[in-house]
T-cell receptor
């Protein structure tokens, strides 16, 4: 398995502001993934983050809104920019180990 | 769009009974994974079944995969109150990107 931590665990933010979410893994991984889970919904992949290259975004997600950093093989950040109430969700990072994908505890974001 | 569809959307049973959840998907896959989520928290990985496997067991969990029907089932035997959670299937069609089903909300009544 993998030990993954996220910070913050939850936050309440005002519209128009930005929040950066951190994801730390217990050992080096090539790819890290960021997912969004809107209230009462399932998970949707936002982007894949590789160390040393730009993140690859899924349809419907853009870098200006969700910039991602991947400075090393154990750490990544996701920023939710210029937030609106529609961004209220749980944001989760994940990594893969031997085909199995493991998730962090999530960051619960509420935008007022 | 979501590839997986789960059935039922909600399931309520008595403690000790068995719970069965189903997942269908649309395209070919490398593997299928099942997760549990308690009260909107992080996902707990339950089991992975590869496309060349038909059945897998882990403790009280039994997963089947029928690639010809593009479907999978998760059986939880002898359910406990602690099994109350949402259960998601996720398929890996390639490139390590998981596509999640809508989930089944399972409630175990004491």
């Amino acid at each position: 398995s993998a030990v993954i931590s996220q910070k913050p665990s939850r936050d309440i933010c005002q519209r128009g502001t930005s929040l950066t979410i951190q994801c730390q893994v217990d050992s080096q991984v090539t790819m890290m993934f960021w997912y969004r889970q809107q209230p009462g919904q399932s998970l949707t992949l936002i982007a894949t983050a590789n160390q040393g290259s730009e993140a690859t975004y899924e349809s419907g997600f853009v870098i200006d809104k969700f910039p991602i950093s991947r400075p090393n093989l154990t750490f990544s950040t996701l920023t939710v920019s210029n937030m609106s109430p529609e961004d209220s969700s749980i944001y989760l990072c994940s990594v893969e180990r031997v085909d199995e994908q493991f998730f962090g505890p999530g960051t619960r974001l509420t935008v007022l | 769009s979501q590839q997986g569809e789960e059935d039922p959307q909600a399931l309520s049973i008595q403690e000790g009974e068995n719970a069965t959840m189903n997942c269908s998907y649309k395209t070919s896959i490398n593997n299928l994974q099942w997760y549990r989520q308690n009260s909107g928290r992080g996902l707990v990985h339950l089991i992975l079944i590869r496309s060349n496997e038909r059945e897998k067991h882990s403790g009280r969990l039994r997963v089947t995969l029928d690639t010809s029907k593009k479907s999978s089932s998760l059986l939880i035997t002898a359910s406990r109150a602690a099994d109350t959670a949402s259960y998601f299937c996720a398929t890996d069609p390639g490139a390590q990107k998981l596509v999640f089903g809508q989930g089944t909300r399972l409630t175990i009544n004491p």
